[in-house]
């Protein structure tokens, strides 16, 4: 079938009125296809220029840093979670993912688990800013409880729907 194909065009192709190019225009379509190459290759240039001029400005910031008169690091200690509120959460994401995804879902419960994966990225996306910030231990705590909690809604929602699909 393909060479038969392949005849029928090439028979088509053969039947099409000769055509002389212009002057130079094989010249003219090279450079036009060379122009986006070199401007793309500039504009690589520009960021390995951007990325190494970070790099140096970081290693600057580091050792101008460097350690404080007690021999202690100057930078903030971070805030870290309470191990039982981690656990929690990991053992919540373990269940949640062992619980099976149901084929088809009424529309109230596909509601509310959309409510409670919308809130629970919004409360990670919140842990991940304040975590970073020293002296938030207060206010990361409490968006770690909002976490579990929600974490248990969900699981709760989940499991109760697989129930009700058996």
């Known amino acids: 079938m393909q060479d038969r194909s392949d005849e029928l065009i090439a ?39 951007a990325a190494a001029a970070t790099v140096v400005l970081a290693v600057a910031v580091l050792l101008r840093a460097g350690p404080s008169p007690e021999g202690q690091p100057s930078a903030p200690i971070m805030w870290a979670p309470p191990a039982e509120l981690v656990a929690e959460s990991a053992r919540l994401d373990a269940e949640l993912a062992a619980l099976p995804r149901p084929d088809a879902q009424r529309l109230a419960t596909a509601y509310t688990i959309s409510l409670l994966e919308d809130r629970l990225a919004l409360v990670d996306d919140e842990l991940s800013a304040v975590t970073l ?15 579990v909690a929600l974490m248990d809604s969900l699981v709760r929602v989940r499991y109760a729907e697989a129930l009700a699909d058996r």
């Not at 094989?26 to 060379?34: I, Q, S």
């Not at 231990?137 to 409880?145: D, I, K, M, S």
């Open 11 to 49: 028979r088509d192709l053969a039947g099409l009125p000769g055509f002389a190019p212009p002057p130079g225009a094989f010249l003219a379509a090279v450079g036009k296809a060379a122009a986006p190459r070199a401007s793309a290759a500039a504009g690589r240039g520009w960021t390995l220029a």
């Open 133 to 147: 910030e020293p002296g938030s231990g207060g206010a990361a705590e409490g968006l770690w409880n909002q976490r």
